[in-house]
């Protein structure tokens, strides 16, 4: 029953968590994009959008991956352990995911 549970917590918390990330940086970002871009708006709505697309996939990807590593939890204690390893590996890998793309967007995009 433990297991079922944190699967689903899990899950919840984790997908929750990189809608709202992606959101958060794909609204906040895009002032920074125009810039990138010499004030493009068509070329940095592209590309936020894109953006946006590919951090869903390999987060979601992650975040799905990580169900078969580690043992199930069988009591209480364990559930709290499993969701904070679970949930915290999620965490750091959106973290990942947006410096990946902050520093590719810094070094590729172009200014003028």
């Known amino acids: 029953m433990y297991a079922l549970v944190s699967y689903g917590v899990y899950l919840v918390v984790s997908i ?7 959101q958060t940086l794909s609204k906040n970002g ?9 004030h493009d708006r068509t ?8 953006l946006v697309v590919g951090f869903y996939l390999v987060n979601l990807g992650w975040i799905l ?17 499993f969701l904070s390893s679970k949930i915290g590996i999620a965490v750091v890998a959106l973290g990942l995911m947006h410096f990946f793309n902050m520093h590719a967007i810094a070094r590729f995009g172009r200014k003028v």
């Open 65 to 81: 991956l990580t169900l078969r590593f580690g043992a199930p939890p069988e009591d209480a204690v364990e559930a709290v352990r």
């Open 16 to 22: 929750a968590l990189t809608i709202w990330v992606a």
């Open 30 to 38: 895009l002032v920074f994009l125009t810039e990138c871009f010499g």
């Open 43 to 50: 070329l940095a709505e592209s590309t936020n959008h894109l």
